[in-house]
C-alpha cells in the first residue's frame, strides 16, 4: 500500500511540473526573431523534477513538457528537438543529482543540464535553419537555462521540506 501511495505521489507530482513548465514556457515569453524561438521559463519546473524525482522523472518531465509546449505555441518543427534537449537536460541533472547527492551534485547537474539543453538547440537551429542561427541562440539559450536553474535551486528544498516527500 505503501509503495502504491509513493507512485501515485511521485506520477501526481511528475504531471502537475509538466504542466507547469509549460505554462510557465507559455507566460514567461521572451520571443527571438533571430532564432525563430523564445526565451521562457520552462526549464524550472524540469530541474525541480529531476531534484525531486530523480532522472528518469526529470526526462521524461523534460521531454514531454519541452515537446507538449513547442506543439501548443506553434514551433511543431522544434517539438522532436524539444524533447530530446528538455528531456536529457532533466534526465543528466537528475542523475547527477542522484549521483552526488550534495551541493555539488545540484551544481554540477544544473549546470551540465543546461549545457546539454544549450548544445541541443545549437544543433536543432543549426539544422532547421543555418549555423549562424544556431551561435545565435546560445546566449539566450543559455540565459533561459541558467534562470531556469536558479529558480529551481531556490525552491526545490522548500518544496521538498513542504511537501513531505520521501522519495528515493
Given at each position: 500500500?505503501?509503495?502504491?501511495?509513493?507512485?501515485?505521489?511521485?506520477?501526481?507530482?511528475a504531471?502537475m511540473?509538466?504542466?507547469?513548465?509549460?505554462?510557465?514556457?507559455?507566460v514567461?515569453?521572451i520571443?527571438?526573431?533571430?532564432?525563430?524561438?523564445?526565451?521562457?521559463?520552462?526549464d524550472?519546473?524540469?530541474?525541480?523534477?529531476?531534484?525531486?524525482?530523480?532522472?528518469?522523472?526529470?526526462?521524461?518531465?523534460?521531454?514531454?513538457?519541452g515537446?507538449?509546449?513547442?506543439?501548443?505555441?506553434?514551433?511543431?518543427?522544434?517539438?522532436p528537438?524539444?524533447?530530446?534537449a528538455h528531456?536529457?537536460?532533466?534526465?543528466?541533472?537528475?542523475?547527477?543529482?542522484?549521483?552526488?547527492?550534495?551541493?555539488?551534485?545540484?551544481?554540477l547537474?544544473?549546470i551540465?543540464?543546461?549545457?546539454?539543453?544549450?548544445?541541443?538547440?545549437?544543433?536543432?537551429?543549426?539544422?532547421?535553419?543555418?549555423?549562424?542561427?544556431?551561435?545565435?541562440?546560445?546566449?539566450?539559450?543559455?540565459?533561459?537555462?541558467?534562470?531556469?536553474?536558479?529558480v529551481?535551486?531556490?525552491?526545490?528544498?522548500?518544496l521538498?521540506?513542504?511537501?513531505?516527500?520521501?522519495?528515493?
Amino acid at each position: 500500500m505503501v509503495k502504491t501511495q509513493q507512485t501515485t505521489k511521485k506520477l501526481t507530482l511528475a504531471a502537475m511540473l509538466i504542466a507547469l513548465s509549460i505554462v510557465f514556457g507559455r507566460v514567461f515569453l521572451i520571443p527571438l526573431p533571430w532564432t525563430h524561438g523564445n526565451v521562457n521559463l520552462c526549464d524550472a519546473p524540469i530541474f525541480v523534477g529531476a531534484m525531486l524525482l530523480g532522472p528518469w522523472y526529470g526526462g521524461i518531465i523534460g521531454g514531454s513538457a519541452g515537446m507538449f509546449l513547442d506543439l501548443l505555441s506553434g514551433f511543431g518543427q522544434y517539438a522532436p528537438f524539444s524533447f530530446v534537449a528538455h528531456g536529457l537536460e532533466g534526465l543528466i541533472a537528475g542523475w547527477l543529482m542522484r549521483w552526488l547527492p550534495n551541493r555539488w551534485g545540484q551544481l554540477l547537474g544544473l549546470i551540465l543540464g543546461v549545457a546539454v539543453m544549450v548544445v541541443c538547440y545549437f544543433f536543432a537551429d543549426s539544422i532547421l535553419y543555418s549555423w549562424s542561427t544556431g551561435a545565435l541562440g546560445v546566449i539566450p539559450n543559455t540565459l533561459q537555462g541558467v534562470v531556469g536553474a536558479v529558480v529551481a535551486a531556490l525552491f526545490a528544498r522548500p518544496l521538498k521540506r513542504n511537501l513531505h516527500l520521501s522519495f528515493k
